[in-house]
Every structure is written in C-alpha cells, then in structure tokens.
C-alpha cells in the first residue's frame, strides 16, 4: 500500500550513531507526501554526544516534518484514541526500547505511541539498532518477532567480528517495510548481510 497521504508516527530512541542513517528516511518519508508525527525519547531530548547536539537534532526534526515534536507519554496517549496514526515506526529503536515493547513497559513517548498504534490494530514498523540483540535481549527479539501488528524493517549484523551480538536495520528500507505493514506483510528478506568487519 501507498503512504503518500498516509500519518506516519517516527519515534526516534537514543541510539545516537544511528540518526543519520535515519532522518534522510524521513525526509523521504515528507517529499513524497506523507505527514510526519515525529515521537522523540527522553533521551534525545536531553543527551549531546558526539554525533550531534540534542537540540540540534531535535530543531531539525521539526525542520523536515513541519509538525511539533511528541515529547512526553501524556502528549502520546491521544494517538490512540484519536487513530492518529496509520503505522508507527520506532527507528533507531534500541535494546532498552525493544525490550520495554516486548515486555509491555509503557515509559516513555515512543513505547506509548506504539502501544497507542497497537491498541487500533494497526501496524508497528521496528527498526533495531542494538548491541545486545543476539545477547540477553534475543529472547525479547524473538517475541516481538512472532507478534501481531509488529514488523521489523531488514536487520542484520553490523559488525560480526568486533560486536558479534549487534544487529542494525536496513534504515533505506524504512518505507518500503511500512507499506508492506500496511498490507498486513513482513517485508522480506527480513536477515539480510548489511556489511562485514574489514
């Protein structure tokens, strides 16, 4: 299915490294006509690293959707009664964050707005970036992995020979995952090669 015309919430979690794999796939997501709800953790708002400044990143989210940012669980909540939105993605999603989703933890404004998509049946796109998604949180993995309404965009390992447990997601393959979503599909192939230590 289509997202031009479509809502699509973004929720950005802390993995920092990977933002800027992620906000051309928003821009994308804008020139192509889709609305933009953009969802952002605790954590971006409030931590600087060596990839950006969190205001930075935060001015220029609402640069590229033209929309105010969701920065809190109470602003969240409405999606779900409201049917906000036609699929929520979570991208970066880290490991807290994944583990949260598959364990029913509603803490922040990202979980909320999954759990509000959830609620209306309609389709939550994971896109991991993790190191520990085949260490102690593969359990939490495997259950999102076989649950209703959730779909992961095309994951593999990032680094196999130093971070043998990391996987991150085909970040270009955001929106095409998304329209699979919506037509009730997992995009695949799901594990794909992303690259390989030199």
């Not at 015309?5 to 802390?14: F, Q």
Request: glycine content about 6%; proline content about 6%; overall charge neutral.
């Amino acid at each position: 299915m289509e997202l031009t015309g479509k809502t699509v919430g973004i929720g950005l979690s802390a993995s920092h490294c990977t933002y800027n794999e992620v906000f051309p796939q928003i821009e994308r997501l804008v020139q192509e006509g889709v609305s933009v709800v953009p969802i952002v953790s605790y954590s971006m708002q409030t931590t600087d690293t060596k990839f950006g400044r969190a205001e930075d990143w935060l001015n220029r989210l609402r640069q590229i959707t033209g929309n105010e940012l969701i920065t809190n669980v109470v602003e969240a909540e409405p999606l779900g009664p409201g049917k906000t939105l036609d699929v929520m993605v979570i991208a970066p999603c880290t490991g807290n964050t994944l583990s949260k989703l598959a364990n029913a933890i509603t803490d922040s404004p990202v979980l909320m707005a999954a759990k509000a998509t959830l609620r209306n049946r309609r389709p939550v796109v994971v896109a991991i970036s993790t190191n520990d998604a085949l260490g102690l949180n593969a359990h939490n993995l495997a259950k999102l992995l076989t649950a209703k309404h959730i779909y992961f965009v095309p994951f593999g390992q990032d680094s196999p020979e130093q971070k043998p447990t990391s996987l991150v997601a085909r970040m270009d393959l955001i929106k095409a995952t998304c329209e699979a979503a919506l037509d009730g599909r997992q995009l695949q192939p799901m594990l794909i090669e992303r690259f390989r230590d030199t």
